[in-house]
Nanobody, 119 residues
Framework: QVQLVESGGGLVQAGGSLRLSCAAS????????MGWFRQAPGKEREFVAV????????YAADSVKGRFTISRDNTKNTVYLQMNRLKPEDTAVYYC????????????WGQGTQVTVSS
């Protein structure tokens, strides 16, 4: 069983920055693909970014490409989402997720952290 705990959310003005963290339990964190997703009020959950196991590669949604960066520190069992040039439309609950079978099916989810961007 993997437990994921997000932190770092908050209220920020448009154009500002936040860094989200997601700490994972377990000894095999480096073998998991890790992802960030978000869900805005009244909308479905959507993909934000993914980083493959062992930091082999990253991919981000077009809506955040060039502004958000996903990274990981396998020594700390933590994945990060650096968010720059935030926009009001980035307001959402942000979730991290883990894929433990290397098939990009997200087996484990965190509880989420709220990000609110004011205009």
């Amino acid at each position: 069983q993997v437990q994921l705990v997000e932190s770092g959310g908050g209220l920020v003005q448009a154009g500002g920055s936040l860094r989200l963290s997601c700490a994972a339990s377990g000894r095999t964190f480096s073998t998991y693909n890790m992802g960030w997703f978000r869900q805005a009020p009244g909308k479905e959950r959507e993909f934000v970014a993914v980083i493959s196991r062992n930091d082999a590669g990253t991919y981000a949604a077009d809506s955040v490409k060039g502004r958000f960066t996903i990274s990981r520190d396998n020594t700390k069992n933590t994945v990060y989402l650096q968010m720059n040039r935030l926009k009001p439309e980035d307001t959402a609950v942000y979730y991290c997720a883990a894929d433990s079978n290397s098939d990009y099916v997200w087996d484990y989810w965190g509880q989420g952290t709220q990000v609110t961007v004011s205009s």
